[in-house]
C-alpha cells in the first residue's frame, strides 16, 4: 500500500512521459490545465492543503492551477508568500458573495475542497442560523451549478459528531443522531451535497491533529495546548470517557490528494461517503499520557468526567470510527496517534528554534 507522503504517486500518475508515445491520446487529455480550489485556505486544513499540492505540482505531467478562498481578513503575508502562484478570493459563505469573481478569473474548477465551517460547537449552539448557513454549502454547490458542465468533483469535510456517540466504532451506514447543533448542521450538509453534486466524496473527519501551517493560527491546536498546558507542571484534568480517533492532518492530505488525483486521471463518477480517522481510539486524558510521555513531563493527569463539567454544549461520548472503508478506499494506513504526536512536537520544536 502507498504511504501516506507518497504526494507525487497520488496526483496525475497514471501517464508517465516515457509512455507518452503508447498512450498519446490519454497524454493529451491530461495536458490541459486542471484547477483545484479550495474553500477555506486561510484555515488549519486549508493551508496544508494548499502546502502538500504545491510541494508536488511541477513533478506533475499536468499542469494544476491552485487558488483558495478566504473570509474577512486579507490572507497572511507569510500564506501569500509560500504560495505566491496560488489564486486567492475572499469569499462570504453565509451569503454567497464573492463566487462571481472566481468564475471570471479561475473558471470552472475541476475539484473543489470544502474545508470552511464554522466548527465551534459552542459556537453553533450560541447561533444556530449562522451555523446552518455556513456549514450547509448551499451557495458554494449553487455557484457550481451555474455552469454549463457540471462536471465538477465536491470533496466536502464533515465530521464524526453526526453520531450519537453511544457506542465503538461507528461505521458508515450507521444511523446519524447528531445531539449538537454543530452535528445538526454537518448532517444537513451531507444530505445536501450528496442530493445536489453528481460527484462527491464526504470524509467525515474525527479531531485533526498535527503541527502548525506555513502561518501559525491563533487558536490552540490539539497537540500544541496539551503540551503547553502539561509543561507547567501543574495537575491538570482530561476527560476519561470521551472517545475519538483523532487523524494526522497529512494523512487527510494525502487521502485528498488521491480522492484528486482520481477524479483527475480517471473522469469515473465517484460517489463516496467515508469515515476519516486516525488508527486509534483514545480518550482526552490518554492523548495527554502521550504527550507527557513523549515530552518526558513528571507530571499529574487527573482523569475526570466529561459529566463534571458543564461545556455550554453538549457533546457524544464515544464517537470512534472504523476506518476499515477509509483504508481499503484510499489504499493507505493512517499514522497512529503516537506517531503523530512525535511527528507534531518535532516540527513545533523546530519552528521555535527558527
Not at 1 to 13: D, H, L, T
Not at 37 to 65: A, D, E, N
Not at 214 to 220: D, E, Q, R, T
Request: proline share 7%; aromatic share 8%; net charge negative.
Amino acid at each position: 500500500m502507498a504511504k501516506s507522503g507518497n504526494f507525487e504517486q497520488n496526483i496525475c500518475s497514471t501517464v508517465r512521459p516515457e509512455d507518452s508515445e503508447k498512450k498519446r491520446g490519454t497524454w493529451k487529455r491530461m495536458d490541459a490545465q486542471k484547477k483545484v480550489l479550495v474553500v477555506g485556505g486561510t484555515g488549519y486544513l486549508g493551508q496544508h492543503l494548499l502546502q502538500g499540492f504545491t510541494q508536488i505540482v511541477h513533478s506533475l505531467p499536468c499542469p494544476l492551477s491552485l487558488a483558495f478562498t478566504y473570509h474577512s481578513d486579507p490572507p497572511p503575508s507569510p500564506l501569500l508568500d509560500a504560495f505566491p502562484e496560488a489564486l486567492h478570493f475572499p469569499v462570504d459563505l453565509r451569503h454567497g458573495v464573492g463566487f462571481d469573481s472566481i468564475s471570471g478569473t479561475l473558471g470552472q474548477p475541476d475539484v473543489v475542497i470544502n474545508c470552511a465551517a464554522l466548527s465551534v460547537p459552542r459556537a453553533c449552539e450560541a447561533d444556530p442560523e449562522a451555523a446552518m448557513a455556513i456549514n450547509v454549502p448551499y451557495h458554494l454547490v449553487k455557484w457550481l451549478s451555474s455552469f454549463d458542465k457540471n462536471s465538477t468533483f465536491m470533496i466536502h469535510l464533515s465530521t464524526d459528531q453526526v453520531y450519537e456517540g453511544t457506542k465503538s466504532f461507528y461505521k458508515e451506514e450507521d444511523e446519524i443522531i447528531p445531539v449538537n447543533v454543530y452535528g445538526k448542521t454537518k448532517v444537513a450538509a451531507e444530505q445536501f451535497v450528496s442530493s445536489n453534486c453528481p460527484n462527491f466524496a464526504i470524509l467525515r473527519s474525527s479531531i485533526i491533529f498535527g503541527p502548525q501551517p506555513i502561518s501559525p493560527l491563533a487558536k490552540s491546536l490539539p497537540i500544541q495546548w496539551m503540551d503547553s498546558v502539561l509543561a507547567k507542571g501543574d495537575q491538570t484534568e482530561f476527560f476519561h470517557d470521551e472517545f475519538r480517533c483523532p487523524v494526522y492532518v497529512r494523512d487527510l492530505v494525502t487521502a485528498i490528494q488521491i480522492l484528486t488525483n482520481r477524479w483527475i486521471s480517471e473522469s469515473k463518477p465517484i460517489q463516496l461517503l467515508v469515515n476519516a480517522g486516525g488508527p486509534d481510539r483514545l480518550s482526552r486524558a490518554q492523548m495527554a499520557e502521550a504527550v507527557a510521555a513523549m515530552r518526558g513531563y513528571n507530571v499529574l493527569i487527573r482523569s475526570v468526567s466529561s459529566s463534571s463539567v458543564d461545556r455550554g454544549v453538549k457533546s457524544p461520548s464515544d464517537i470512534s470510527l472504523d476506518i476499515t472503508k477509509f483504508i481499503q478506499t484510499l489504499g493507505f494506513s493512517p499514522t497512529r496517534f503516537n506517531d503523530g504526536v512525535k511527528l507534531t512536537l518535532e516540527a513545533e520544536d523546530s519552528l521555535r528554534h527558527q
